[in-house]
């Protein structure tokens, strides 16, 4: 029997649950809050509220029954939630075989528009990257206690229904900004999807994945191509310099990196459905 239980049932893991939920015999989930369980309760899933502190009842006999385990809640400064409040449960877990966590790309820091790849040690420069440097540390150093396979899924910034720039173009929000030189990988949450799949029918893969498409491009040319397809006006160049940015959006801007995904395609054998924004954007605009 294959049980999974999702620790932070957010846009892509719950997009995994939908789209290989099939998969497993039965699955759990967690939200923080009881807003958030009483949303996923309606779509039909077994969900707990679980902030990371106080597991209750239920969740701790899932996870005595798991395995898998699925991680997308991510760190605060009080340390990674899911292992303050869990990490002793899902040790003693006797049939877990596979923890994913689902981390992001902004562990490398800047290269200055270089490539990387999950050879390149990471070079967080903020404390919410370090902490996510941390938090992944802990969890391979679970999966080695226990002698369990932990991949660590550098996700690159994640788009799909309901976010992208077609939805901000419609809302008359989007905004072309412009710092010369500057790109950045993403990925459709498909292919998040897919690539969770993926590692759990390869769980010596790893433990470090990158989760990208193949393609870094400047921000400023998806806005535009989504406004050619949808036949909206495309925003005016803002220079970045002088665009009005919150503290956490300017701080995204400040690293400048490639991110290679060969041992995505080549290890664990994933065929990208949106290998670049382009036909990941033309599908949202259907």
């Known amino acids: 029997m294959k049980r999974l239980v999702v620790f932070g049932c957010g846009y892509s893991a719950k997009r995994f649950v939908e789209l290989h939920g099939a998969e497993f015999d039965a699955i759990d989930v967690t939200s923080r809050s009881p807003e958030g369980v009483a949303a996923l309760a309606a779509a039909g899933l077994s969900a707990h509220v679980f902030d990371g502190t106080a597991t209750p009842h239920a969740l701790e006999q899932a996870i005595a029954g798991a395995t898998h385990a699925l991680v997308s809640a991510g760190p605060s400064e009080a340390g990674d939630p899911t292992l303050n409040g869990a990490g002793s449960a899902l040790s003693r877990a006797p049939r877990l075989e596979w923890i994913g966590y689902l981390s992001t790309i902004g562990v490398y820091g800047d290269a200055g528009g270089g490539w990387v790849d999950e050879d390149t040690p990471p070079s967080p420069e903020n404390d919410r990257a370090r902490r996510r440097v941390e938090a992944e540390d802990a969890w391979i150093a679970l999966g080695r206690h226990k002698g369990v396979p932990v991949q ?48 759990i029918a390869r769980p010596e893969v790893g433990p470090a994945i990158n989760v990208t498409d193949d393609e870094p491009a400047p921000p400023q040319d998806v806005v ?11 925003p005016p160049d803002i220079p970045f310099d002088a665009a009005d940015l919150s503290p956490m959006a300017r701080s995204f801007y400040s690293s400048n990196k490639r991110v290679a995904n060969r041992r995505l395609r080549e290890q664990l054998g994933v065929e990208l459905r949106y290998p670049t924004y382009r036909e990941g954007i033309a599908a949202l605009a259907c």
Do not use: M
């Not at 412009?178 to 799949?197: E, L, M, S, Y």
């Not at 535009?224 to 495309?234: M, S």
């Open 152 to 199: 660590i899924l550098r996700l690159a910034g994640i788009y799909g229904p309901g976010r992208s720039a077609i939805e901000n173009l419609r809302a008359g929000t989007a905004r072309r900004l412009v710092k010369p030189g500057q790109v950045f990988n993403r990925i459709h949450v498909d292919d998040i999807a897919t690539a969770i799949a993926a590692g």
């Open 224 to 234: 535009a191509y989504a406004a050619e397809l949808i036949g909206a006006p495309v």
